[in-house]
């Protein structure tokens, strides 16, 4: 029973029949009933079509623009158009006004991102007199049109123009001020990576100017919009929203009404209310509290106060069209101004700052403080703090102080704190550091290093230094003066190491502390004392003492007051030294009545090669000559030395003798020592003119070296 019995037929419950659910009987298959009536029509799905320039047509494939639009016309639903340009790049659609209805998506065959593929996208070229209109979405497209007679793509009629891209460029490459997208209103939404370019400041690449309509640009997933790429006019409402890393270049001449600018990626910690004004006239708004998050780009000028408007900020008056401030910014403080032409210029706050285009444009410069300058064609220059400081056509240049300059060629200098300072002269690699009223003038690589009233370089001036003190001057090759006043370094290699008013102009010489000294012989050095002088002489030395001087090569004073050493390696010190004579040691005494006295070491020397008397003479062939009006008391030692063999002599005279009127006067003549030592050799003094004779006669046959030393005492007064 239960293998004819279906579920919903009746069964005898023993009273009467009753529907069971369970069982049904089931009889033989009856014949086939009449067919329905057709149902309706359904949609063709969200179809897809293929343009394929210069492929072969076939199925969904095509590769004429003109009949795939044909085709598109015939199916009534969304639709994906898919751009391939493996053939022929970048992919042309036909002259023509091309309605998408708002429901066609246009796709680009392969997906590459931008930023990160370094891939080519897929390319789409829309000629002049080609025009799309009521675009929904692009989705991995470069987009290039040439808008020259009407906008690439267009709002139908009155409506909204409403769609999304993906990972897409869009270039204007028209001349005529066509943009390359016309809207009257609606939303615009870039995503994964969009990137907006305008090829020069005429072709924008969104144009809105509708009465009472409204435009939102949404910029999102680091989609850069550049500068020169909108264009809004006439009362439009226009929101741009910025998020997810969206850059948006706020150099926009064609900019003419007041957008609103809402930065949604943005941090807490600001002042409240901060508001942000774009060149020309776009507000940034910002949540209460919330300052731009790191990395909020600067692609223009940006005000963060009451900043100096004007063409300047507005890229070209209506009477300067095209003139511009290429990716400036100002940011905070007021009356700040950067001057047409200027490329890639910053100022950091502060007030009446400036980017000047005298003499050119200035480029990658940055300031901050109060009413400082950057003028001329300049690279790389900075004012960073202070005021009154000028930058003026230099390459990098950095100032942080007050009322400081570096002049029109000094590339590579820096001033550094301090007062009225500056750099000029076509100096290089110049640095001053602190202080009041230092300057570098000409030179390279010269420096002033704190002090006041300083200057390094000169027209031979390199590497020169001043370092502290007052009125120094460092003039010359690798020269330099380390503290002290008044002090002056003017030749190759030389120094000045503290003290006052001292004056080295020889190369390679050193004063070292001490006042009023001169040097202008080279490889000489004067330590201390107070008006010491050495002239010509290289190698001299002057140590200490008063109105001392060395007067001839490698000849030395010590220390005392008006000892001179007046010939080659003498040696005078003490009081009233005077060393005249070539390697003579003199010793100064003092003052006695109105004369000096001293003590006095001097050799004469030659040799003999027979009995013919030899005169004795020093290194510069000159005798002994005495001052005129003085007393000598003379210790004359004479050693003798035969050449090769043995044999020797010793004598020894005490002279007194004076010179007056220039002549010589030997008063007293005593052999206190004679030690022949078996030899016939004599030594005798005379007198001839000023000077002091001493003659050596030898043995014939004998070579016989022989010098004499004088010691003696002298004062003033004999007659």
Known sequence: MSSILRPGYVRWDGLKYVLDPDIEIVGP????????ANGTIGSDGDATLIYRPGGTASGNVFT????????????????????DDSIISPAPIDVGVWNLTHNTRLIGVVGNRLEFSGLPMTQLSIPDGAQLLDPNMFVDLDITGV??????????GLNLL???????IFRNNGTSGVPLIHTSGGTIDLYGECHLISSNNSS??????????????????????DGYSLQLSGSILAFINISGGGSFGVVQPGISIFPTVMQQNAVQGAPSNVSTSFNPNVTVMRPTGYAPAIGFPLNGIVSLGSNVPGFSYQNGSPTQ??????YSSVLGGNNNDIGTGSINCVILGGSGNLFNNTGGSPTFGYIAGRDNKIQGTGLYNAIIGGEDNNIDTCTTCFILGRNSSIANGCSNSVIVGGDSQGISGSSSRAIVAGGVQNFVIGGQGCGVFAGQNNTAGGGSGLAAVVLGGDLNHATNFSCAVVAGEQNQSTAQWSAIIAGNQ???????????????????GTTSVILGGSSNAISTASGAVVLGGTNCSALSNNSATIAGTAAVAQNTHAVAMGNGASAIHASQFAQGFGSLSGVTAQFSRYSVFGQTSGATPLILVDENGSELGLLAGRAFAVRATCIANRVGVAGRAMFIHTLLVHQSSGTTVIDNDNVTLSVPNGQTWTIVFS???NALRATFTGTAGQNVNTMVTYEWFEVGGGA
């Open 29 to 36: 298959s009856g014949l086939p009933g009449p067919a329905g």
């Open 64 to 83: 004429s623009w003109t009949l795939l639009m044909a085709k598109r016309a015939t199916i009534q639903s969304p639709m994906t158009v898919v751009i």
């Open 147 to 156: 808008s020259t007679s009407l906008p690439s793509i267009e709002t139908p």
């Open 162 to 168: 409403n769609f999304e891209a993906w990972n897409c």
């Open 204 to 225: 924008f690449i969104i144009s809105g100017n509708a009465a009472d309509g409204y435009l939102a640009l949404n910029i999102n997933d680091q989609c850069v919009v």
């Open 321 to 326: 069209p095209g003139v511009n401030a290429n």
């Open 502 to 520: 001292n004056v080295v102009s020889g190369q390679g010489s050193v004063i070292v502390g001490g006042g009023n000294n001169t040097l202008s």
């Open 687 to 689: 007198a001839n003119g």
